[in-house]
């Protein structure tokens, strides 16, 4: 666990304005977002940041509603992606294309920061020349006060705080890079990734094997305001683990970003199958027990190796939230499971994930258009 | 072949090659705007002509022949007395055509 940043209480005195100079770059990728935005970039704006030492881009990816309007009133530039969704990816480097400072920090439309999180962060960056990247975990409690939005928070808010300090977990909802670092590294992966996915624990995992430090900070924190709901999260489960087996590859990012939530769900799933295997061996040589007690020996299976997570859920929010979250908790590790599966079979059949024939002709040919099309690293 | 269909489309009025760039000169209500300001963040954007700009005032503004004289197509929006810097921005949000769009204020800080 990394505790730099806790030795400089004093936060924001590194970036006084000293000149007209811009030091950072803050970029926040926007769609239909309506609902959080404002209070995402009052938060930016109200930063221990000296004014002249940023600037505030927001790139807004094609919405629907009134993002852009929102994004007018705070930012200094706004980039307006036009067309179809082109995702967080995409539009996270068109803003960093625009970025005038050395330092540039991703913060997502749904992510509130503190008033030092943006400061320690850059801070970390300017005093520690080991390190490239540094990025905030989240808050325990979600911004959005549902069952389901709290049960998913504190699932990721469990694998942050297992597996901090030096990881390739480049947290996507706020983290800063160097500039040089971030360009050399090849930016995000616009090619793969055109929906909020895995793009930035891919990002950390090659920025950390071109040698770059990537640091996820325990102690810099910032609150997730999404809403989710028993579907949604079924459904991002499934696409962070069809995109793991499918394209980025299970065992390198299992040792790279050890605390990304498709490990901690599958980590305990594992144990689970091999116990209930070795009972189904052993029950062969006794009586047939009855369908209930098999039923409870899976059960005690499951509750047993998810151990760790549910005393995480009782400490955090008490023993009857831990108990209510235990078998969505299952539900979701079951998801996970087929969904690794499913990956693992079509990256066998059909390869690693593409875009569209008409993407990879223009990129093929070289066009010049705006928006770009995507590049491939 | 891929390379003669692609310039087929900008042909046919289809997509830009390049963005369009929209400036944002915010002025509010009883400030005098800076040309040289104004002229020296336009420096730094490459091909001035190119770029929209736009000065929002909130109420009548007072000195801007310089500027005008400095910007050719300025374009002027006019809000009623009393409208805030923010409102001011986004109205001149919604008018400005521009796929990368720069918001600064026209007095300096």
């Known amino acids: 666990m990394d505790t730099e940043e806790s030795k400089h209480p004093q936060s924001g005195k590194l970036l006084q304005p000293e000149s007209n100079r811009v030091l950072l770059s803050v970029v926040v990728s926007t769609r239909n977002s309506e609902s959080t935005l404002r209070q995402v970039l009052t938060a930016i704006r109200g930063s221990e940041l000296a004014r002249k030492s940023y600037e505030l881009i927001v790139v807004d990816d094609a919405s629907a509603d009134g993002s852009v309007a929102i994004a007018a009133r705070y930012a200094d530039t706004v980039v307006k992606l036009t067309g179809h969704q082109a995702g967080p990816a995409y539009a996270r480097n068109r803003g960093a294309e625009l970025a005038r400072g050395k330092v540039i920090a991703f913060v997502d439309s749904d992510v509130v920061v503190r008033l030092d999180t943006i400061a320690r962060l850059t801070e970390t960056l300017l005093e520690r020349p080991d390190v490239d990247a540094v990025s905030a975990s989240r808050e325990k409690s979600s911004g959005s006060p549902n069952f389901v939005s709290q049960y998913w928070n504190l699932l990721m808010s469990f694998g942050e705080h297992r597996h901090s300090g030096r990881c390739a977990q480049f947290a996507a909802g706020c983290g800063v890079v160097r500039r040089t670092a971030f360009l050399s590294a090849g930016m995000y992966d616009e090619w793969r990734f055109d929906t909020a996915s895995m793009e930035s624990v891919e990002l950390g995992e090659r920025l950390l094997g071109a040698g770059h430090g990537v640091i996820l900070s325990s102690e810099l924190k910032v609150t997730h305001y999404k809403k989710w709901d028993f579907a949604s999260v079924c459904q991002e489960v499934w696409h962070r683990s069809r995109v793991l087996a499918r394209s980025l590859g299970y065992l390198r990012m299992s040792a790279a970003a050890p605390g990304e939530v498709v490990f901690t769900l599958c980590r305990t799933l594992i144990p689970a199958v091999a116990i209930l295997g070795t009972l189904m061996l052993a029950a062969a040589f006794v009586p047939a027990p009855h369908p209930t007690a098999k039923f409870g020996v899976a059960l005690a299976a499951l509750l047993l190796t998810n151990l760790p997570v549910h005393r995480f859920y009782a400490e955090t929010r008490g023993f009857w939230f831990a108990v209510a979250s235990a078998p969505l908790h299952i539900f979701v590790q079951i998801v996970a499971a087929i969904a690794l599966c499913t990956g693992w079979v079509l990256r066998d059949v059909f390869g690693d994930v593409s875009p569209d024939a008409t993407t990879q002709a223009y990129a093929e040919v070289g066009l010049e258009i705006w928006p770009p099309v995507p590049r491939k690293l | ?109």
């Open chain 2, 1 to 109: 072949m891929l390379r003669a269909e692609s310039d087929a489309i900008f042909r046919q009025g289809g997509p830009r090659r390049t963005p369009r760039k929209s400036f944002i000169v915010v002025l509010p209500e009883n400030h005098v705007v800076s040309p040289d300001l104004v002229a020296e963040r336009l420096s730094g954007e490459g091909d001035s002509d190119q770029i929209d700009v736009i000065l929002a005032c909130a109420g009548q503004p007072s000195s801007i022949a310089a500027l005008q004289r400095r910007v050719r197509d300025l374009q002027i929006l006019l809000a009623p007395a009393g409208t805030s810097g923010e409102d001011l921005r986004e109205l001149a949000m919604n008018q400005a055509p521009g796929d990368i769009v720069t918001l600064l204020s026209g007095t300096p800080a």
